[in-house]
């Protein structure tokens, strides 16, 4: 079946980085467009970024363009987020999800916390 | 950019009661709509895509309506297991950015 499952979370310092992972599988991951989301705790879902099926197109909300890189490893079927800069509001559970064909599928989280 | 409302914020609901979520877009979305159920320190759950069609595994109790702009997700009646919170999401073809309602809360009444 369908599964994708986040990696690499955990504290960060402020203006610190970490790389977030997605492995995908059960199905062709080359083909597919993929996408981060994000929940802060007790808040609502933001999407976060966009990554097309062969790596040639990003799409990146505000709230982290020039921050954030997405991108992906179509031969280890495995999707990254790089997180630079971090800032305490990007403290927040960070998912990976599948473009919807026709509809989306979405992993469990990753939590990216930082400390004091 | 493409505001997606829901209401009410809070539905309060008994258990076996009908419960009806609206879901408005601040301009036509198609088709392109999606609901999820979430419960505390669990990841989204799909429920409907395609504005109306139920993901696979998904109750009967649950339906979901509407293109263009409105857009309701039904609960037919109620279980004790429905109480949770409840997101609507628009994904837009091109360019492929997705939109979240800010969640209403389903709660017992």
């Known amino acids: 079946q369908v599964q994708l499952v986040e990696s690499g979370g955990g504290v960060v310092q402020p203006g610190g980085s970490l790389r977030l992972s997605c492995a995908a599988s059960?199905?062709?991951?080359?083909?597919?467009?993929m996408h981060w989301v994000r929940q802060a705790p007790g808040k609502g879902l933001e999407w976060v970024a966009f990554?097309?099926?062969?790596?040639?197109?990003?799409f990146y909300a505000d709230s982290v363009k020039g921050r954030f890189t997405i991108s992906r490893d179509n031969s280890r079927n495995t999707l990254y987020l790089q997180m630079n800069s971090l800032r305490a509001e990007d403290t927040a559970v960070y998912y990976c999800?599948?473009?919807?064909?026709?509809?989306?599928?979405w992993g469990q989280g990753t939590m990216v916390t930082f400390s004091s | 950019e493409i505001v997606m409302t829901q209401s009410p914020a809070t539905l309060s609901v008994s258990p076996g009661e009908r419960a009806t979520l609206s879901c408005r877009a601040s301009?036509?979305?198609?088709?392109?709509l999606v609901w999820y159920q979430q419960k505390p320190g669990q990841a989204p759950r799909l429920l409907i895509y395609?504005?109306?069609t139920r993901a696979t595994g998904i109750p009967a109790r649950f339906s979901g309506s509407g293109s263009g702009t409105e857009f309701t997700l039904t609960i037919s009646s109620l279980q004790s297991e429905d109480f949770a919170v409840y997101y609507c999401?628009?994904?837009?073809?091109?360019?492929?950015?997705?939109?979240f309602g800010q969640g209403t809360q389903v709660e017992i009444k």
């Open positions: 999800a599948k473009d919807p064909t026709p509809e989306p599928v």
């Open positions: 059960g199905f062709t991951f080359s083909g597919c467009g």
């Open positions: 990554i097309r099926s062969d790596g040639s197109t990003k």
């Open positions: 301009q036509s979305v198609r088709s392109n």
């Open positions: 395609g504005a109306s």
């Open positions: 999401h628009h994904y837009n073809n091109w360019p492929p950015t997705w939109t």
